[in-house]
């Protein structure tokens, strides 16, 4: 299957300092990224969906200045937690489909702790 | 509102115990079901896909079926390494750009020795 890269996969930040999460297709161009959010023994949440070259669109409450997207190419989006706190400490998740695909391909996944 | 739901919430089976895991969905605009496995501190991994009613996959002990408003992942002689918690999820949308997925809670199984 496809190979979808993210970066750190665990970060612990100092509250109010911004963090940078990286994810990566490996061998396939990805023309949508989604990122989601998992509490311990919950589900994803859906935060936002984005396509290459423009602009993010993020779910109902789901701060867009907080929380700031960027895919500025077909193998590389980046979540950018803006002046963390740690209410922000999550598991953060993006995954990646390419244009015309069916399958969303995951990465393995951000552990956040904000302190 | 898309929805999708799952049960149980978690099962515990003995090595060798099959069973079954179930994910009913209230949605518009369905565009194929989705299993995929999830470890603890790991990304979802990809199971199956599923786009119409009466459609079946297989994997290993894992199979997959497909009805107008459900879905069932199940597990034959299940083995320790199969413990993880199973998540379902449907992609709904009208447009390539609209279209997401909306996950279930998931089920977490554990399988004993």
């Known amino acids: 299957g496809a190979v979808v890269s993210q970066h750190p996969s665990r970060v612990i930040c100092k509250s109010g300092t911004s963090v940078k999460i990286e994810c990566r297709s490996l061998d396939f161009q990805a023309t949508t990224m989604f990122w989601y959010r998992q509490f311990p023994k919950q589900s994803l949440m859906l935060m936002a969906t984005?396509?290459?070259?423009?602009?993010?669109?993020?779910e109902q409450g789901v701060e867009k200045d907080k929380f700031l997207i960027n895919h500025a190419s077909l193998t590389l989006s980046t979540l950018t937690v803006t002046s963390a706190h740690p209410e922000d400490s999550s598991f953060y998740i993006c995954?990646?489909?390419?244009?015309?695909?069916?399958?969303?391909?995951f990465g393995q996944g951000t552990r956040l702790t904000v302190v | 509102e898309d929805q999708v739901t799952q049960s149980p919430e978690a099962l515990r089976l003995q090595e060798g115990e099959s069973s079954s895991l179930n994910c009913s969905y209230t949605v518009s605009g369905l565009r194929g079901l989705f299993w995929y496995r999830q470890d603890p501190g790991k990304g979802p991994e990809f199971l199956f896909t599923?786009?119409?009613a009466g459609e079946e996959k297989e994997k290993e002990r894992l199979k997959a079926t497909l009805t107008k408003k459900e879905s069932f992942l199940h597990i034959t002689a299940p083995k320790p390494e199969d413990s993880a918690t199973y998540l379902c999820a449907v992609r709904v949308g009208d447009s390539n750009y609209g279209q997401n997925f909306v996950f279930g809670p998931g089920t977490r199984l554990s399988v004993l020795p």
């Open positions: 984005s396509n290459e070259g423009s602009k993010a669109t993020y």
């Open positions: 599923l786009y119409s």
């Open positions: 995954s990646a489909r390419a244009e015309g695909g069916t399958e969303a391909f």
